[in-house]
């Protein structure tokens, strides 16, 4: 006998098969696809960064955010008062309020960006740590400090991954480092600041910043210590500094800044000498002394050096002619002290007028800001000036610059 509905058996047997396979889609396919978002490039930043129609450039330096796994991971240091809500968070915010309060042209993360032995997945934190940068689209950089690498990605890994993140200018290394020229570490970069738009100098590299990888720890003959730049990168970054300035056609170079995480030796000497802010923890860097001093003084257009590292130093003093500035504690699970606020520490540089146009750099200038309701701004000071090459180079010779 015919049946009324001679498919029903294999519908049946359809349905049977493919319900739960689409129940199983639904439950688990979350656990089987890791990201099912599609793949996208890179956000670029617009390159070469310039400075400002009104003559300016400004970067916001942090140091030591230390980032873990965000909510769950609490601070450090901090008021009784205010431990209880206190965590990575925290940072977050000071991060988002300050380039609100700032809007600066750069912001340079001066390592430590991460605390390894806190954050379980290395990239998760990174992006957690650097989402006010990408989310405010302003151009950021960043170099490792010595506790990046203490989770599961290492400090090459670390570098890759900072360099591919929307609006980030890091670099591993400079492309001559994969030819003849080997550079120690990750994270040894150049970028350029041009000058301002239609001010004749656009297509010129006016400001020069210098990121420098100063490692980890390292043993030397059986002896902990703190990392150090190698020679390697002195090399490097010697080089890349007279070729800028054969680049510049006035006489006077381009002034250019330094950034790296652990303090060179010779910071303990300002003990003795004047500073503005404050110097209230032992110099912890290398028993090595690589001569990092000696070759930014010889290449003569570095005029400031910004670090990290001691998070309870926040002073600028001066040696050899060049400004050496703690960027201050920033992060809030980084230790700390408590009722001395998280600080973070601004860098402006500004352009000279001339009878019709923008010249060269005038000024170079720095304050902090700590995390209080007013995000209030301390340590005005001058780093540089033109004035003072002009003195310097007056007493060489009697040319006129
Ligand atoms: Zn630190």
Redesign the pocket.
Known sequence: MMTAHPWRPYVLLVLAISIPLLLFESLFSHLIFVNRARPRIKRFAELPLRFRYDGTFKILQVA?M?FGNGKATRCKDVLDSEFEWCSDLNTTRFLRRMIEAERPDLIAFTG?NIFGPSATDAAESLFRAFAPAMESMIPWAAIL?N?DQESSMNREELMSLVSLMDYSVSQVNPPSAGGTMRIEGFGNYHIKVHGAPGSGLDNTSILNLYFLDSGDRVVVSGRKTYGWIRESQLNWVHSISQQSQLQVESQSLSPALAFFHIPIPEVRDLWFKKIKGTFQEYVACSFVNSGVLNTLVSMRDVKAVFF??D?LNDFCGELNHISVCYGGGFGYH?YGRAGWPRRARVIKAELRKGSKTWMGIQNILTWKRIDDERLTKIDDQVLWSHADDEEEDSSHSQKDV
């Open positions: 030591d230390h430590d400090g506790h990290g590292h998070h980084a």
